[in-house]
């Protein structure tokens, strides 16, 4: 059966990455949460996409030059339906408080660019072990490096890498870096290489799957899951197969 991530949270109908964005995906069936992480100026872990806040909030600048005062000073929900929803931007420890009451799962992804500097995993790790939560939870970044710094840092926490090329059986390379998923973009992700990859007993989670059709595709052909800004048509979709 397909678990559905719900991408962002309920990004399509709530502000992504906020704490109501992601009640929202647990109440619209979804199997499991994705979201982006970084670090504020002070080090803090803060649940956010873009390295500035301009395009999802009513502040400027990049959230590493930020405190994490600053940062909650900040309407997360600004740009979204003319500002229909208002909250702040989220600190991992926040989530995890909240998550931990669920029985969903979770995908954290890190928005990491550089591949010497492991600060943000550090501490990522770290907290997920504090609330002991190791089994529910899967790292995924398109910084491969800081995936398999992950891994040997936790090796009892799945990771997975993202990526938006075609990859020659890509199962061979999630296995060369000790990856028990990949996470492709849709286009990137035909049939055959689905099966092929979950026979080689890694899991397949594409993003970012908005299209009826596309969801259809993937749950037909028992994808691992689907990553989505939509996890309530998702679940009707998977209810009425």
């Given at each position: 059966?397909?678990?559905?991530?719900?991408?962002?949270?309920?990004?399509?109908?709530?502000?992504?990455?906020?704490?109501?964005?992601?009640?929202?995906?647990?109440?619209?069936?979804?199997?499991?949460?994705?979201?982006?992480?970084?670090?504020?100026?002070?080090?803090?872990?803060?649940?956010?996409h873009d390295d500035k806040v301009d395009r999802t909030t009513n502040g400027k600048g990049f959230v590493k030059?930020?405190?994490?005062?600053?940062?909650?000073?900040?309407?997360?929900?600004?740009?979204?339906?003319?500002?229909?929803?208002?909250?702040?931007?989220?600190?991992?420890?926040?989530?995890?408080?909240?998550?931990?009451?669920?029985?969903?799962?979770?995908?954290?992804?890190?928005?990491?660019?550089?591949?010497?500097?492991?600060?943000?995993?550090?501490?990522?790790?770290?907290?997920?072990?504090q609330y002991q939560l190791e089994d529910r939870i899967i790292f995924s970044s398109f910084n491969h490096y800081?995936?398999?710094?992950?891994?040997?840092?936790?090796?009892?926490?799945?990771?997975?890498?993202?990526?938006?090329?075609?990859?020659?059986?890509?199962?061979?390379?999630?296995?060369?870096?000790?990856?028990?998923?990949?996470?492709?973009?849709?286009?990137?992700?035909?049939?055959?290489?689905?099966?092929?990859?979950?026979?080689?007993?890694?899991?397949?989670?594409?993003?970012?799957?908005?299209?009826?059709?596309?969801?259809?595709?993937?749950?037909?052909?028992?994808?691992?899951?689907?990553?989505?800004?939509?996890?309530?048509?998702?679940?009707?979709?998977?209810?009425?197969?």
């Amino acid at each position: 059966m397909t678990l559905i991530f719900a991408h962002r949270g309920s990004s399509s109908s709530h502000p992504e990455n906020t704490m109501i964005s992601f009640m929202e995906a647990n109440k619209a069936g979804a199997d499991g949460i994705e979201l982006d992480v970084q670090l504020t100026k002070d080090g803090e872990i803060v649940i956010i996409h873009d390295d500035k806040v301009d395009r999802t909030t009513n502040g400027k600048g990049f959230v590493k030059d930020l405190t994490l005062a600053e940062i909650k000073q900040l309407n997360a929900g600004h740009h979204f339906k003319k500002g229909t929803f208002e909250d702040t931007i989220p600190t991992l420890q926040e989530f995890l408080t909240w998550f931990k009451q669920t029985n969903l799962l979770c995908n954290i992804e890190y928005k990491s660019t550089t591949i010497t500097n492991h600060e943000l995993e550090d501490k990522v790790v770290q907290l997920v072990r504090q609330y002991q939560l190791e089994d529910r939870i899967i790292f995924s970044s398109f910084n491969h490096y800081s995936i398999v710094y992950s891994y040997r840092l936790a090796p009892e926490i799945e990771t997975a890498p993202l990526y938006m090329e075609g990859i020659y059986m890509p199962w061979v390379y999630a296995d060369s870096i000790r990856a028990k998923g990949i996470h492709p973009h849709y286009k990137v992700t035909p049939n055959e290489l689905i099966i092929l990859a979950q026979q080689n007993g890694i899991a397949v989670r594409p993003f970012t799957i908005n299209q009826e059709k596309d969801i259809k595709r993937f749950m037909e052909v028992n994808t691992a899951a689907i990553i989505t800004d939509y996890p309530a048509m998702a679940r009707e979709i998977k209810n009425n197969l």
